[in-house]
């Protein structure tokens, strides 16, 4: 249940990113409202995974699925600039995550 509260806080983190850009530095009020909620929920969710997660793992997963997650939708959605090197990078951010999760798996396994 951890890893999945632990997604889902990374997976509202871009919610929150992109919150930001749209909020305009506060300017805009649905979009700080909106901000403001996933912040909280991101960061709930976040504190909920730790209680089982080691805090490395779970902050480098949480915040590569909100790294990687908000190029993706810049580029898809803002348009943002598409690279090899960008794109190669992503690709590695994505294997780092899931290879703290494959790692973790088997240091629990070890301890068991």
Do not use: C, Q, R
């Not at 300017?27 to 997660?53: C, D, G, Q, R, Y």
């Not at 908000?70 to 994505?94: D, N, Q, R, Y």
Request: zero cysteines; charged letters at 15%.
């Amino acid at each position: 249940m951890a890893w999945i509260l632990l997604i889902i806080a990374g997976l509202t983190e871009i919610v929150w990113a992109i919150g930001l850009k749209e909020a305009h530095g506060f300017t805009e009020l649905v979009p700080s409202i909106v901000t403001i909620i996933f912040l909280i929920v991101s960061f709930f969710l976040f504190a909920k995974a730790m209680k089982t997660i080691p805090i490395g793992t779970a902050y480098a997963i949480f915040t590569g699925i909100g790294a990687a997650g908000t190029a993706i939708v810049g580029i898809i959605w803002f348009g943002e600039e598409v690279s090899a090197g960008k794109l190669l990078f992503l690709f590695v951010l994505l294997f780092g995550i899931i290879g703290l999760k494959l790692v973790n798996d088997e240091d629990e396994e070890e301890a068991i």
